[in-house]
Every structure is written in C-alpha cells, then in structure tokens.
C-alpha cells in the first residue's frame, strides 16, 4: 500500500538503546519504532545468513506437536480473506507437523500462500524465549504476562484488523510493511462480518492493493490517517491496543514474534461482550433513545468516577464502585441471571 497510496505520516522511530519503556511508550498512544532492538536475537542473526539456517534454528526447539498453517491459491495473491461471495474464507486450514510446514513452505515456488498465524510460543516451540526474549520489558511482563506468538509464512498478507491488546512485534526474518490507523478510523476502513474472520478478528474488507474507491469512498479518509512501518530484521514495532494494523510479509520466508499484553485486570470481561449486549438491547432503539443511552452510558462507564459516586456514601455504591475480583463475580452473575430470563 505505501507505494501505491499516498500515506500522512511514517511511523516514529526512537534509539533502540538501553530498555525501552513499554508502558510508556503505549501511554503515548502512538505506534512506535525501535529499529534493530532485537538485531542480537540467535534467529535474526541465522535468518541474515539464509532462510534454511533460520528454519533449521526454528526445528530445534520443535516438540512433535501439530501447528496449523494456512493454504491459499495463488489466485489470492497472498491476501488471506473472504471469497467472492463474502460468505466464505478463501483460504484452507490443515494441521501440520512443523517440520513438513516449513519444508512445504521453503520448497514451493508456484505461488502458493502459506501462513502459520498466532502460534503459542511456550507451548510449541518451548525454550526459543530462554534465546530469544524481549528482557528489558522484565518488570513490565512479569505484572502483565504477555501472549508470545511467532507468525511464519512467505509473501502473505493479513488485512487490516485490531487486537484488543498492546503489540511489541518483532520482525525476526525476512521484511514486512505495517500500515497502521488509529481507532477513530474504524468506519473508514469497512470492517467486515463477525464472523466468519480469516483469523478472529474482524477485518477490513477494503483491498488495500486495488481499492475500490467506489464501493469503499471513506477509504481515502483513513489513508489519510495512515502511519506505515517498514520493517527489516531485528525492527521492533510497539503499538497500543485497538489500532488498526494492515500487515504485508515481503519476501519469500519470514517470522515474526510477537508479544501481546494489556495492564486491565484480569477479572474484566472482554469489551466486545458489551458490543454484542449493547447490540441485543440498544441498537435497535428509536433514535431519540439511543441518544439519550449515549449521554447515559458517558456518565456511567467514560466519565469521571467523582460525577459517578461523589455524592454517594460508599455503602450504596454497588456496583459502581471501583470493581475487584468479587465485585465482577456478582455483576457477572447478576447479568447472566438478567440474560437467561
């Protein structure tokens, strides 16, 4: 997409020095780029030497177990998503020995895409974190346990979609090209079915690479809120949750990991549960209404807790006082018997 539509802005870069802060780098609310932060890593240094050495690395830390890889026709062009009917993936899904995946992967040259996405670091490659770790962000994940993920593929594509965490992702092998947008672009970018997702999240379902500037007008609008990453191996690229990334792998072997987290408490519940519920009860309000449920859900839930409860003497706060682990055990229950009536 950067060299085909104009862009607003490059993502920021800053020295990839000493330890980063990534707490407060994601305060910032920008996405942010330390460029060869993890240029030391045993697998950025083998994938430098060949993309065999970087795959035979990657099989020593193998276990045996399955791994899911994705299979798409040429005809996609590496664009996993929907087929032409938007009802349907346009890609196969198959589980793979590691080995025979990276095999398959580094030995076709017909312009098959291959994609193993999300895949559970400590869980299928066991000790590549003890050689391969993000350590300044130690203290930082050690409060908040991240998701580590390696993502394996060659020139593949993930259209724009968010996460509902904070991403440190580090381009290991290979090249890839970030074009990021911020939340507010959300209807700028036509974001797809709930479900089905090519891979769990809803997507956008503009082709970045021929837009249909007809079909999809608010398209240019969100271009002009575009910050690209181009990323080389060892770059590490922080961004905060719900920013919308569209990710292009550019070369014919390429591993990225990541490291998801988010410093909300555990006892919370996910976010797009309350979409779903504000759907059920909501959406198909009146007008008038809903207005109305706007200005009372700022009051309630984005306001200030003092306009909330000030005036209130805590014993009758309930559940607007500041939740903890039984707190969200009552409310849960409360709407789960609200729900089941």
């Known amino acids: 997409m950067a060299d085909r539509l104009p862009v607003a802005a490059r993502v920021h870069e800053i020295a990839a020095d000493g330890a980063p802060d990534l707490a407060a780098l994601v305060a910032d609310g920008v996405p942010v780029i330390l460029r060869g932060h993890a240029a030391d890593w045993p697998l950025v240094r083998e994938g430098k030497h060949s993309d065999g050495a970087a795959a035979d690395y990657l099989r020593r830390f193998d276990q045996g177990r399955p791994v899911t890889g994705y299979i798409g026709d040429p005809a996609i062009r590496g664009r996993f998503h929907y087929d032409a009917s938007g009802t349907a993936l346009n890609f196969q899904a198959r589980p793979f020995a590691l080995p025979e995946f990276l095999d398959r992967l580094l030995g076709d040259r017909s312009g098959t895409a291959y994609y193993m996405g999300s895949t559970d670091l400590d869980t ?157 009860s909501l959406r198909d309000r009146p007008a008038a209404e809903k207005q109305a449920w706007r200005v ?45 009536r």
């Open 296 to 340: 009372i859900l700022d009051h309630y839930v984005f306001g200030p807790d003092e306009a909330v409860t000030g005036h209130l003497p805590p014993a009758v706060h309930g559940p607007l006082a500041p939740l903890d682990d039984q707190g969200a055990r009552r409310l849960r229950a409360y709407l789960l018997h609200r729900l089941n």
């Open 124 to 280: 299928y490659l066991p000790g590549f974190r003890t050689e391969n770790e993000l350590t300044p962000a130690g203290a930082l994940f050690a409060q908040h346990p991240p998701l580590a993920s390696i993502w394996i593929g060659n020139r593949t594509i993930a259209s724009a979609h968010y996460d509902m965490a904070n991403n440190a992702a580090i381009c290991a092998v290979g090249h890839r090209r970030f074009t990021l947008f911020p939340p507010d672009q959300i209807g700028n970018l036509y974001p797809g079915p709930l479900a089905p997702t090519p891979g769990g999240q809803v997507v956008s379902m503009v082709d970045f690479a021929a837009p249909d500037f007809d079909r999809f007008p608010r398209f240019a609008e969100a271009v002009a809120h575009a910050q690209v990453a181009e990323l080389g191996p060892g770059d590490l690229l922080v961004y905060p949750a719900l920013w919308w990334h569209h990710v292009e792998a550019l070369d014919d072997f390429n591993v990225l990991v990541n490291y998801w987290w988010n410093a909300a408490p555990d006892f919370l519940d996910s976010p797009m549960d309350t979409v779903m519920h504000a759907i059920l």
